[in-house]
């Protein structure tokens, strides 16, 4: 069992930064996938960021060069640092990780203004 908990969104402007967290209920040193999906309004769930225990990291088009996922597993945490935002960021973030079974987060609101 995995229990995943978000925090670090809010509000922002365009161009702003967001850091978002996710804390983890046991070691994620060998959970084979974590990452960051998000669901804007009226759209689907879609991938943002995920990082393997090897990690090997994947990005949505959309945020390359603006978004980084990163984690330290001595604190059994996984990040999210976002720069540059857009309106078009603004979403729902879940933490998401795969061990043999698939956990997700309860999510964090993130809003850019423009």
């Known amino acids: 069992q995995v229990q995943l908990v978000e925090s670090g969104g809010g509000l922002v402007q365009a161009g702003g930064s967001l850091r978002l967290s996710c804390a983890a209920s046991?070691?994620?040193?060998?959970?084979?996938?974590m990452g960051w999906y998000r669901q804007g309004p009226g759209k689907q769930r879609e991938l943002v960021a995920v990082?393997?225990?090897?990690?090997?990291?994947n990005y949505a088009d959309s945020v390359k060069g603006r978004f980084t996922i990163s984690r330290d597993n001595a604190k059994n945490t996984v990040y999210l640092q976002m720069n540059s935002l857009k309106p078009e960021d603004t979403a729902v973030y879940y933490c998401?990780?795969?061990?043999?079974?698939?956990?997700w987060g309860q999510g964090t609101q993130v809003t850019v203004s423009s």
């Open positions: 046991r070691s994620i040193f060998s959970i084979n996938l």
């Open positions: 990082m393997t225990s090897g990690a090997s990291t």
């Open positions: 998401r990780a795969i061990t043999t079974l698939d956990y």
